[in-house]
């Protein structure tokens, strides 16, 4: 099993610019979540999703879009890029028989730079 | 709103030394923590994780963990360190769909 899996593993974007990270996971989790780490404020939850065709606002939504059209795959749109959105992004996913309080799965994250 | 605040934003220690690495999280009726470990460049694993029964709770790595309800605290222990262990270390808690996650100790481990 892969795991977690994101697509791409570097990003250099300009202002203005649109672009799409990919999370795949094969461990058929029913719950999957995008995260921006940034120094000294852990994780952040931008948005999750509770299965298939559903998607939720987490904490720093906001120049950020989802879609998860097949339950393996979450996509993490943005469509104008900001130097704010400079930052690494994090991939994970949870099973729904544990999703109020199990263990969460990472990918290996995205480093994204926006000049 | 359920927070979990980490207190310590660096720890240095010399290899072979004992670390402890603290927790504190908001009070609330039930409460699920965790203890997870970022290496560089990569992503975050588990390291431990509270959920009922035992308070003290062990870990991959010879890490361990004591769930204090009183103190509302769940810190981070390991007898002996090794420069291997130089990382930075997350305390989270789950509350519904969400987990939230402390700010991170970046633990420093020097030879």
């Known amino acids: 099993n892969a795991g977690v899996t994101q697509t791409p593993k570097f990003r250099v974007l300009k202002t203005g610019q649109s672009m799409t990270l990919l999370c795949a996971q094969d461990m058929n989790h029913e719950y999957m979540y995008w995260y921006r780490q940034d120094p000294g404020m852990g994780l952040r939850l931008i948005h999750y999703s509770v299965g298939e065709g559903t998607t939720a606002k987490g904490e720093v939504p906001d120049g950020y879009n989802v879609s998860r059209l097949k339950k393996q795959n979450f996509l993490l749109g943005l469509e104008s890029a900001a130097p704010s959105q400079t930052s690494v992004y994090f991939c994970?996913?949870?099973?729904?028989?544990?999703?109020?309080?199990?263990?969460?799965?990472f990918g290996p994250g995205t480093r994204l730079t926006v000049l | 709103a359920q927070s979990v605040t980490q207190l310590d934003s660096q720890v240095p220690v010399f290899e072979e030394a004992p670390v402890e690495l603290r927790c504190n999280y908001s009070s609330s009726v039930s409460v699920y923590l965790f203890w997870y470990v970022q290496y560089p460049n990569q992503g975050l694993q588990l390291l431990l994780k509270?959920?009922?029964?035992?308070?003290l709770v062990k870990g991959i790595n010879g890490f361990e963990a004591e769930f204090n309800k009183s103190q509302t605290s769940f810190h981070l222990r390991k007898p002996s360190v090794h420069i291997s262990d130089t990382a930075e270390y997350f305390c989270a808690r789950t509350g519904g769909f969400k987990t939230i996650f402390g700010a991170g100790t970046r633990l420093f481990v020097k030879a």
């Open positions: 509270y959920l009922s029964g035992s308070t």
């Open positions: 994970a996913s949870t099973s729904a028989g544990e999703g109020t309080n199990g263990e969460q799965f």
